[in-house]
């Protein structure tokens, strides 16, 4: 049976969302055990496919791959391969190689809520590079008429989608439910799933300071654990003061560039952000996904 073509699986792996870094040989000179354009396609689960060359050059671009594939950093390695550079190598070929590492599938992002913001989410987050999926029980709310821009939508129960959903080192997770019972549906569920070791790069949920506290209480009440509770952005997105559906969700997905990017600890807590020069401003207020504002709720 023929071995599947690289190209060919770089593109299914883009398709459904799984985690891989691809490594190419882009120069080489002198003896060496590759030549240019050899590739390895390493996944999220260690399974690789193609070869640069094999030997101890070839693990150490295979561990590089899986660091791609969990900071979504491209690197450029460089191999002298002499006794002198490499003692340990094996490979005393006198040759130099050049390999670039680069991730080669899109962040997902799945957006719990099929509500005015999450519209807004959709698109400004596809413009981004997202792969979204809106998830939503109502199915006029989790449609592709009304998210022409989503990967895929999803109309389910609340609380089976989260339970069933991938989550890998490519998940990105926004809760903006059309309300705080609903949230606290999809925090139960994921809080199970971080239990087993299944953590997204990214949980955020939309409310204010206020419906937070209110929530998480509830939600310890109920057990979870309060490690899960603290890896929850809330209230999420950047602090740019916005108001309006499209406002808060340039904040939201500049928070999720800001993870993706510069790493999962450059966004601070919402309350940390600072403009320069200034206190820290009014409190943003977030929508419900019928336009009523949440943060005026008492709890």
Request: charged fraction near 25%.
């Amino acid at each position: 049976m023929a071995r599947p073509d690289i190209f060919e699986e770089v593109v299914r792996l883009r398709r459904d969302g799984v985690p891989a870094a691809l490594a190419t040989i882009v120069a080489t000179r002198g003896s060496t055990p590759g030549r240019e354009t050899m590739r390895l396609l390493v996944l999220e689960d260690g399974t690789f496919l193609g070869t640069v060359g094999g030997g101890c050059l070839e693990a150490e671009v295979y561990d590089a791959a899986i660091e791609v594939i969990r900071d979504e950093r491209p690197r450029t390695l460089q191999f002298r391969l002499t006794e002198h550079e490499s003692p340990d190598s094996g490979l005393l070929c006198g040759g130099e190689v050049t390999v670039f590492v680069e991730p080669i599938t899109t962040p997902a992002l799945w957006i719990f809520g099929g509500g005015h913001v999450s519209k807004a989410l959709c698109t400004i987050a596809t413009m981004a590079g997202f792969r979204v999926t809106v998830v939503d029980d109502r199915p006029a709310y989790a449609s592709p008429e009304r998210f022409p821009d989503a990967a895929e939508t999803v109309a389910r129960d609340i609380a089976t989608a989260p339970a069933e959903m991938p989550i890998r080192a490519n998940s990105y997770i926004v809760v903006v439910t059309r309300g705080h019972k609903e949230d606290g549906v999809v925090l139960g569920a994921l809080a199970r799933r971080a239990e087993a070791g299944e953590r997204p790069r990214f949980l955020g949920m939309i409310g204010s300071k206020t419906k937070r506290a209110v929530l998480f209480r509830h939600l310890r009440a109920d057990g979870v654990d309060e490690g899960f509770l603290e890896s929850v952005r809330s209230p999420v997105g950047l602090n740019l003061g916005g108001r309006s559906h499209e406002e808060i969700a340039v904040a939201v997905v500049g928070e999720l560039i800001s993870v993706r990017r510069l790493g999962g600890d450059a966004a601070a807590s919402w309350e940390g952000r600072r403009r320069p020069g200034r206190g820290a401003g009014p409190e943003r207020i977030d929508l419900d996904p019928d336009g009523s504002d949440r943060a005026s709720e008492a709890g």
